[in-house]
């Protein structure tokens, strides 16, 4: 009767690879930028200042538009003491160090309260959801994330939060960026 030895040959196999696969399983990688989930970023000179990188954070909270409606129109009803505060967008710049998001080293931010339209961006309601767009004009130096290394490449991503008038947030992250920054042709045309 060879079932036994079989059965036994195959247990010890199996708790051979439970071995291995219980002492790689507590490695851990590196955290790194998390994956496009909304957001698009876009990096170009900006026109008014070249010393400058101008930034548009843009995407869709994919819902019903009248729930976008009706996040906007709550949006700030936690202002009061003691609440979470106005709802509105909040962007985040990040460079990619190896920490994850949200240990990574963030080099622009900014709060953005309410349902705004203005030459700079908005927070709207529109037949996809809620839809965000907020540039910023940046120094190209805070793109020079690597601490000044020359020859060494940078990454960046854009973050970008929504807080309802609850407190509660749904985020979004953009896809990474990769470039010489320091370099002077870096984004001459659209970097995406």
């Given at each position: 009767?060879?079932?036994?030895?079989?059965?036994?040959?195959?247990?010890?196999?199996?708790?051979?690879?439970?071995?291995?696969v219980?002492?790689?399983?507590?490695?851990?990688?590196?955290?790194?930028?998390?994956?496009?989930?909304?957001?698009?970023?876009?990096?170009?000179?900006?026109?008014?200042?070249?010393?400058?990188y101008?930034?548009?954070?843009?995407?869709v909270?994919?819902?019903?538009?009248?729930?976008?409606?009706?996040?906007?129109?709550?949006?700030?009803?936690?202002?009061?003491?003691?609440?979470?505060?106005?709802?509105?967008?909040?962007?985040?710049?990040?460079?990619d160090?190896?920490?994850?998001?949200?240990?990574?080293?963030?080099?622009?931010?900014?709060?953005?309260?309410?349902?705004?339209?203005?030459?700079e961006?908005?927070?709207?309601?529109?037949?996809?959801?809620?839809?965000?767009?907020?540039?910023?004009?940046?120094?190209?130096?805070?793109?020079?994330?690597?601490?000044?290394?020359f020859?060494?490449?940078?990454?960046?991503?854009?973050?970008?939060?929504?807080?309802?008038?609850?407190?509660?947030?749904?985020?979004?992250?953009?896809?990474?960026?990769?470039?010489?920054?320091?370099?002077?042709?870096?984004?001459?045309?659209?970097?995406?």
């Open positions: 009767m060879r079932t036994p030895k079989t059965i036994a040959a195959l247990m010890g196999g199996a708790a051979t690879i439970a071995a291995v219980g002492m790689t399983a507590g490695l851990a990688p590196a955290a790194a930028a998390p994956a496009q989930s909304g957001a698009t970023l876009y990096v170009y000179e900006d026109p008014k200042n070249p010393s400058n101008r930034v548009s954070i843009k995407g909270f994919p819902m019903q538009q009248p729930d976008a409606v009706g996040f906007l129109v709550h949006v700030n009803d936690g202002n009061h003491p003691g609440g979470p505060g106005p709802g509105g967008m909040i962007y985040h710049l990040e460079a160090d190896g920490n994850g998001w949200p240990n990574d080293q963030s080099f622009a931010n900014g709060f953005f309260p309410g349902a705004q339209v203005d030459a961006g908005y927070l709207k309601a529109g037949p996809d959801g809620l839809e965000y767009l907020r540039e910023l004009s940046i120094p190209k130096g805070k793109f020079n994330e690597d601490d000044g290394a020859n060494e490449e940078d990454e960046v991503y854009a973050v970008a939060e929504f807080r309802d008038g609850d407190g509660g947030h749904r985020t979004h992250f953009s896809q990474k960026i990769v470039r010489y920054f320091e370099a002077p042709e870096a984004c001459k045309g659209v970097c995406t």
